[in-house]
């Protein structure tokens, strides 16, 4: 079955824009989570849905919000775009309610602010 | 959130040896995670541990999950080239719907 798919892969911004990001879960899964990802610091946890509710909200500042939609795909915006915002953003579904950790990454989409 | 401290944070090993890394948690944790991520790709779930004391293999790799459940070792054992890559621990308590990292031990294979 089709994994999760990131879209776009790569994009370039400049300070002060916005910017969506997309994330399709693979087939059946209703639990969708972003993650970022910078050089040492591994990765930080942005939100987490099920069924179109936000059930946790890492500590990232209002400019970083997300949402679901009824057939699980997940998007994510993020307003005035700074420098430090660059990072990859990887989405991770996952088929059950409980979140026991058997999540599976898409390849992530590639933000570089300048 | 939780820190995870995860060491080394790199290593250079030799192809054939065993290697080890570790993660420790200031908080325990009900799951404890083993990903693999390659470069230009996600990571994913090498070894998942659900109970204290619990050690699970899969091909080389072989995990723990520390008894009182705020730590957990990864172990690879006769490395290939293709060990390469960014492992990562990661806890989880099922009650926060989200997955706390490590910071990632990078391994370079020298063949």
């Known amino acids: 079955k089709a994994g999760v798919t990131q879209t776009p892969r790569y994009l370039i911004k400049t300070r002060g824009q916005q910017v969506t990001l997309s994330c399709s879960p693979i087939?059946?899964?209703?639990?969708v989570s972003w993650y970022q990802q910078t050089p040492g610091q591994g990765l930080q946890f942005l939100f987490e849905?099920?069924?179109?509710?936000?059930?946790n909200k890492g500590n990232f500042p209002g400019r970083f919000s997300g949402r679901q939609f009824s057939n699980s795909r997940s998007e994510m915006n993020v307003s005035t775009l700074e420098l430090g915002d660059s990072a990859l953003y990887l989405c991770?579904?996952?088929?059950?309610?409980?979140?026991?950790?058997?999540?599976?990454f898409g390849e992530g989409s590639r933000l570089t602010v300048l | 959130g939780q820190q995870l401290n995860q060491s080394p944070q790199s290593m250079f090993i030799q192809e054939g040896e065993d290697v080890s890394m570790n993660c420790t948690s200031s908080?325990?944790?009900?799951?404890w995670l083993w990903y693999k991520q390659d470069p230009g790709e996600g990571p994913v779930l090498l070894i998942a541990?659900?109970?204290?004391?619990e050690l699970t293999s899969n091909g080389r790799l072989t995990a723990q999950f520390g008894i009182t459940r705020k730590d957990s070792f990864l172990n690879i054992s006769a490395s290939i080239p293709s060990d390469v890559g960014i492992y990562f621990c990661?806890?989880?308590?099922?009650?926060?719907?989200?997955?706390?990292f490590g910071a990632g031990t990078t391994v370079t294979v020298r063949a």
């Open positions: 849905y099920f069924s179109e509710t936000q059930r």
């Open positions: 087939s059946g899964h209703r639990s």
């Open positions: 541990l659900y109970k204290a004391g």
């Open positions: 991770a579904s996952s088929s059950g309610q409980l979140l026991t950790g058997e999540l599976f």
């Open positions: 908080s325990i944790f009900n799951t």
């Open positions: 990661a806890g989880a308590d099922n009650n926060d719907y989200k997955l706390s």
